[in-house]
Every structure is written in C-alpha cells, then in structure tokens.
Nanobody, 126 residues
Framework: QVQLVESGGGLVHAGDSLRLSCTTSLRTFNDFPMAWFRQGPEKERKFVAALSWNGGDEVYANSVKGRFTISRDNAKNSVSLQMNSLKPEDTAVYYC???????????????????WGQGTQVTVSS
C-alpha cells in the first residue's frame, strides 16, 4: 500500500515562512509527478503546485506564484513545499499527492492524482 506522509505544518504569523515535506513509500518515486493541494474553510481542495517526475517542469497556482517553491529529492523519496511570505489566506490543510502515471505531465486537477497523504495543517495569523 502506497503511503504519503506530510509534515512541517504549524501556526505562523503573516510574512513568515514554512517548509512542508512529504515522504512516500512509492518504490519508483522518481518516475512520478508530485503535487501539493490545499483545503481551506471553503472545503474545496485546490491546486497549489506540481512538479514533473524529473523536476524539469513546475506549475503553480497564481495565488502562490513567486512565494512558494516545490522541489523533490528522489534519493529520499520526498517532495517539499517552501512557503515564503505567508498570508492569512494561505491557511488550510495541505495535502501531498502522487500521480501513478509514470513519466506523465504535471496536472492541476485532483482527479489526476492517485495517492494522497493525510494532510498537515498550516495556520497563518494576521
């Protein structure tokens, strides 16, 4: 059974930074695109960022572009999300996701992803 485990969430002030990490049990982690989504009070899970299997293609939601950076460490089977200049509207549960289509492109839709973590809470106070 594939497992994705997020960590690094917490309570911070506006303008602060946080780094989220997601470790996976995927055997061939480096073959799969990875992404981060978030779910705030509106309860809709929204796209944040995605990274191709080889790290060569990154996509970001407009709301986080220039502030967040997604990266992966294939040696550690992990993907990270560096979040800078955090805003109260970034408050949400952040989820890591993996696309089971090897060497596939990056996507921004939840249904494109096959494996999900349990989420980590990020709260940004004003």
């Amino acid at each position: 059974q594939v497992q994705l485990v997020e960590s690094g969430g917490g309570l911070v002030h506006a303008g602060d930074s946080l780094r989220l990490s997601c470790t996976t049990s995927l055997r061939t982690f480096n073959d799969f695109p990875m992404a981060w989504f978030r779910q705030g009070p509106e309860k809709e899970r929204k796209f944040v960022a995605a990274l191709s299997w080889n790290g060569g293609d990154e996509v970001y939601a407009n709301s986080v572009k220039g502030r967040f950076t997604i990266s992966r460490d294939n040696a550690k089977n992990s993907v990270s999300l560096q979040m800078n200049s955090l805003k109260p509207e970034d408050t949400a549960v952040y989820y890591c996701a993996a696309d089971a289509e090897a060497w596939g492109g990056v996507h921004a839709r939840t249904y494109e992803y096959d494996y999900w973590g349990q989420g980590t809470q990020v709260t940004v106070s004003s």
